[in-house]
């Protein structure tokens, strides 16, 4: 069986074609400038035709999916032979509010409840509901599949997902807790419990989803218990442009100091605040450990490098902040048999690793720092000699989590 996976942003659609006998990529690619000019790369990954990169007119989302059966289906870029050879289509959507605890196939009621939950996620969930009626338009007899961001979070007890604030704001607007990466902490999780021979039973994981947008999540038995995102991603530790848990009065404050607007001042904290905002030249980790005279390949100083001192605090604050949420898990689940790294700086800096661990020797964890210092694509245990909890790096794949679940939705 073929599974068609999509995520789809307001101007951006991603797309993988799976095989779900093994779980291979048969091609993936990405619409990009929807509804402006439009560019479509497209790349076969199960023989050896070219990759497809060019620009071309999408003025909507239903004319992206079209240029994409084009493309797996034609002769000389294709993957399949006909629309008739997928099975299937999951959609990553970004929030499923208090009504989905799992993946669904999708209907009229689910798309209703998807468009009742616009009010939580206004940017992500009218973009995956394009992409979800381009679908239904394009493909109309292909089973589609709804994967959830929030949807593992719903485990959250009532008084870790409860904000401190007039209760009517839950009651009448759904405001509480939601958090997201949902996929992603569950994909990891499931590796590491597998991998430590945790599946069943009691067991205790946190989770560090470690990318542009970063969250961790607290992980009971395989049940998330706590996670750092809230309503919304602006909730937790500092992240590229976020300015993750601050005091609220701030956007109060930004906007008198600056003389702009509340929604302004969101602006800041959401665009121009995490490591940007004090680092001041970039989002992206490599650039600011670069700048902090770290060698990204192996997470250790360079000798005689110069070291800017705002890159430093960077890290600095990242790292400790991610430690300081750790340690507040490590309450939540009563101790702790595994911290998980993942996504693109979980996965890929042994710097912020090290770092991070580096605060974590009082819950008794600790990393091997030359296992520590390597990096590779696939699972790694950097876990030190002397631990007790462990330490491991999984590599997130979100797309396939995605693939699996409607799989096992279809089938039944
Ligand atoms: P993601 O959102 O998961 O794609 O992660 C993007 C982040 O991962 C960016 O901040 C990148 O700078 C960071 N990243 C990717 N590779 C590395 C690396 N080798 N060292 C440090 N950060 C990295």
């Known amino acids: 069986m073929n599974v068609l996976v999509i995520n789809a942003g307001s101007s951006s659609l991603k797309y993988q074609l799976f095989d779900m006998k093994n779980e291979k990529i048969l091609a993936k690619g990405l619409c990009d400038r929807i509804g402006l000019d439009g560019h479509l790369k497209h790349k076969p990954e199960a023989n050896d035709k070219p990759v497809y990169d060019e620009d071309i007119s999408l003025p909507t989302h239903a004319e992206a999916i079209s240029a994409v059966i084009e493309k797996l289906t034609s002769d000389e870029y294709g993957v399949i032979s006909s629309l008739s050879e997928i099975n299937a289509v999951g959609h990553r959507v970004v929030h499923g509010g208090r009504k989905f605890s799992s993946s669904v196939l999708i209907n009229d009621e689910v798309?209703?409840?998807?468009?009742?939950?616009?009010?939580?996620?206004?940017?992500?969930?009218?973009?995956?509901?394009?992409?979800?009626?381009?679908?239904?338009?394009?493909?109309?007899?292909v089973p589609q599949v709804a994967v959830f961001d929030t949807a593992f979070h719903n485990t959250i007890p009532e008084y870790a997902y409860t904000y401190p604030i007039p209760y009517k704001y839950y009651e009448e607007n759904d405001i509480r807790r939601y958090g997201f990466h949902g996929t992603s902490h569950r994909f990891v999780s499931d590796v590491a419990l597998q991998e430590l021979g945790l599946k069943n039973g009691k067991s205790r994981l946190i989770t560090c989803h470690l990318g542009n947008g970063s969250s961790l999540a607290a992980i009971f038995s395989g049940k998330s218990v706590d996670t750092t995102m809230g309503v919304t991603p602006l909730e937790g530790i500092p992240m590229g442009t976020r300015c993750g848990s601050v005091d609220p009065s701030l956007v109060d404050i930004i906007a008198s100091v600056d003389?702009?607007?509340?929604?302004?001042?969101?602006?800041?904290?959401?665009?121009?605040?995490?490591?940007?905002?004090?680092?001041?030249?970039?989002?992206?980790?490599?650039?600011?450990?670069?700048?902090?005279?770290?060698?990204?390949?192996?997470?250790?100083?360079?000798?005689?490098?110069?070291?800017?001192?705002?890159?430093?605090?960077?890290?600095?604050?990242?790292?400790?902040?991610?430690?300081?949420?750790?340690?507040?898990?490590?309450v939540a689940l009563g101790g702790l048999d595994a911290l998980v790294f993942t996504a693109g700086i979980g996965e890929n800096s042994p710097y912020v690793r090290r770092s991070i661990c580096k605060h974590l020797g009082g819950i008794g964890l600790y990393i091997n720092e030359k296992v520590n210092a390597v990096r590779v694509s696939e699972y790694l245990d950097v876990s030190g000699e002397k631990t007790k909890p462990k330490v491991l790096v999984i590599p997130t794949n979100e797309e396939l989590a995605i693939a699996r679940d409607t799989i096992e939705i279809v089938k039944k």
């Open 111 to 141: 798309v209703a409840a998807i468009e009742d939950c616009v009010r939580l996620a206004p940017l992500h969930n009218p973009a995956n509901l394009m992409g979800i009626r381009a679908c239904q338009e394009g493909m109309p007899n």
């Open 259 to 330: 003389g702009i607007s509340l929604k302004e001042a969101m602006d800041v904290l959401n665009k121009k605040s995490g490591v940007l905002g004090i680092y001041g030249k970039s989002s992206d980790f490599r650039d600011i450990e670069t700048a902090a005279g770290v060698n990204i390949d192996t997470g250790f100083m360079k000798e005689g490098a110069p070291i800017d001192a705002r890159a430093k605090l960077a890290l600095d604050v990242f790292s400790y902040q991610v430690a300081k949420f750790i340690g507040s898990y490590v």
